[in-house]
């Protein structure tokens, strides 16, 4: 995996979790304040022994960290937009 690869895998999978959060509140109480969060994948090594070693190169010490551990992805969509209708006009 080349940097490149990793730091947009990294950028996707933080937007997918700040999405998750949005969408299941109840998950914030669950991080303490100030914690480092560290996103691992299930069946990628590779990817989770290079986040692991960057979280150690970045983490405060005393400072919490919470382990994210993604069983799964759903694919991905275009667009989220459902049951689309187009009208024709003539004019406006």
């Known amino acids: 995996m080349t940097e490149k690869e990793f730091v947009e895998k990294n950028l996707k999978l933080s937007f997918e979790f700040s999405k998750y959060v949005l969408?299941?509140?109840?998950?914030?109480?669950?991080?303490?304040?100030?914690?480092?969060?560290?996103?691992?994948?299930?069946?990628?090594?590779?990817?989770?022994?290079?986040?692991?070693?960057?979280?150690k190169e970045q983490h405060e010490e005393g400072q919490p960290v919470v382990f994210v551990k993604v069983k799964k992805l759903?694919?991905?969509?275009?667009?989220?937009?459902?049951?689309?209708?187009?009208?024709?006009?003539?004019?406006?």
Do not use: K, W
């Open 23 to 55: 969408e299941h509140p109840e998950i914030e109480d669950s991080i303490p304040q100030g914690a480092q969060v560290v996103i691992l994948l299930e069946n990628d090594p590779e990817f989770n022994e290079r986040n692991t070693m960057l979280a």
């Open 74 to 92: 759903a694919p991905e969509r275009f667009s989220r937009l459902l049951n689309l209708e187009l009208e024709m006009a003539a004019a406006i």
